[in-house]
C-alpha cells in the first residue's frame, strides 16, 4: 500500500514539474492567429515550433528565411500542405520577427 501512495505522489510530482517547464503561445501568435495551424510542441496542420526550432538549430541565416516564410507564405518542406502568405502588405515585419525569434529560442 505504501508503495501505491509513493507511486502516485512521485506520479504527480512528474506531472506538476513537466507543466512548470511548459511554455505557452505568445500573444502576438494568438493574435495573428498562428494558432490555428500551429502550436509549441505538437504537429497541427502546421509544424510545431519546437520541430521548427530544432530543424534550424545552428543555421545562421535561419531567422531570415524564417521571417521570408512567414511573410510570403510556402510549401514543401513541412509536407504538401503550403503556409499562406501573412503579411503581403508588410505591415506586420515587427510582430513576425517577434514570433520568429521566440520560434527559433525554443
Not at 80 to 100: F, H, R
Request: with cysteine.
Amino acid at each position: 500500500m505504501k508503495s501505491i501512495i509513493a507511486s502516485v505522489i512521485v506520479g504527480a510530482g512528474l506531472m506538476v514539474a513537466g507543466s512548470a517547464g511548459a511554455v505557452d503561445m505568445p500573444a502576438t501568435a494568438k493574435k495573428l492567429n498562428c494558432t490555428a495551424c500551429h502550436a509549441i510542441d505538437k504537429k497541427v496542420v502546421g509544424p510545431g515550433w519546437k520541430a521548427v526550432s530544432d530543424k534550424y538549430k545552428g543555421d545562421a541565416g535561419a531567422e531570415a528565411k524564417l521571417i521570408t516564410k512567414v511573410t510570403k507564405g510556402g510549401g514543401g518542406v513541412w509536407g504538401s500542405m503550403p503556409m499562406p502568405a501573412n503579411d503581403p502588405s508588410g505591415t506586420k515585419q515587427a510582430e513576425i520577427k517577434e514570433l520568429v525569434k521566440f520560434i527559433l529560442s525554443l
